[in-house]
């Protein structure tokens, strides 16, 4: 809510409530929000509001450096104009999640940001905690190597602007059991495809005395009207094992 600030600057009194329709969106979905304006005892001029959804998270960046930080995953903007005494708005605003958007888990955090374009203010802004869920047959997939007997230990996002899908999560598992000592790490990724999804899964592998570790990877298709149907620990189980 900007209410208080844009009061504190003495622009008139107006207030402006950036309101969302529901804070939990599925990648590839529509977030819907609401721009509510509320004149106050003079008019005044709110040129426009800036949404913008950003997502903070662990970010790989050239040379495999890694740090924490802001990616803007869609943005837009709404003009407003002339608010006059009084006067109530409402201006709708949609914006289209991406495919590959990064879900909210781990230590990943999505915002909508809103900023306001106000004649003589300091870019009053406010922010809203809004939860990225997987879709059904992501969800398979954490769940099913959960059940296969592996740990989420972290996420990292890698993003490239030159990439069609510029932004892939990594989810990084660890053993849980004794059975698969000789695995170090079990990482997941995925991207979008034409009805499912794509995982890359890969296996880093611990060496030994008498074998060599390092990674091996392999990609899975998984269309979403399957996903349902398949036993996807036992799927995973079996594509863990080959690559070990």
């Known amino acids: 809510m900007f209410g208080k600030v844009l009061t ?8 402006v409530d950036a309101v969302l329709e529901d804070d939990r969106v599925e ?3 529509t977030l819907k929000a609401e721009i509510r304006v509320k004149g106050g005892t003079t008019a005044q001029e709110i040129r426009s509001a800036r949404l913008e959804l ?3 998270c662990l970010v790989e960046g050239p040379g495999g450096a890694k740090a924490h930080g802001d990616i803007v995953l869609v943005s837009g903007e709404v003009a407003i104009g002339q608010v006059a005494p009084g006067e109530e708005l409402a201006i709708p605003v949609e914006m289209d999640v991406p495919a590959s958007a990064p879900i909210s888990i781990g230590s990943t955090r999505t915002h909508l940001r809103t900023r306001l374009d106000v004649p003589g203010a300091i870019d009053p802004k406010d ?9 059904p047959t ?3 997939v954490l769940d099913g190597i959960a059940q296969a007997g592996f740990r ?5 996002v890698e993003y490239d602007p030159r990439r069609r899908a510029p932004f ?5 598992f660890r053993p849980s059991g004794f059975g698969d000592l000789g695995i170090e790490e079990v990482e997941i990724s995925f991207a979008p495809a034409p009805g499912g999804v794509e995982v890359l899964l890969t296996v880093d592998n611990r060496g030994g005395l008498f074998f060599g570790g390092g990674e091996r990877a392999a990609r899975i298709r998984i269309a979403h009207a399957e996903a349902s149907r398949i036993d996807m620990a ?3 189980r079996r594509a863990i094992d080959r690559l070990r």
């Open 54 to 56: 950003v997502t903070h």
């Open 168 to 172: 892939v999560q990594e989810f990084d």
């Open 138 to 140: 992501m969800t398979a």
């Open 127 to 135: 922010s809203d905690l809004v939860e990225i869920v997987p879709n």
């Open 8 to 15: 504190s600057l003495g622009i008139g009194g107006a207030t």
């Open 27 to 29: 990648v590839g979905g």
């Open 234 to 236: 036992s799927e995973l």
């Open 152 to 156: 989420l230990v972290e996420t990292e």
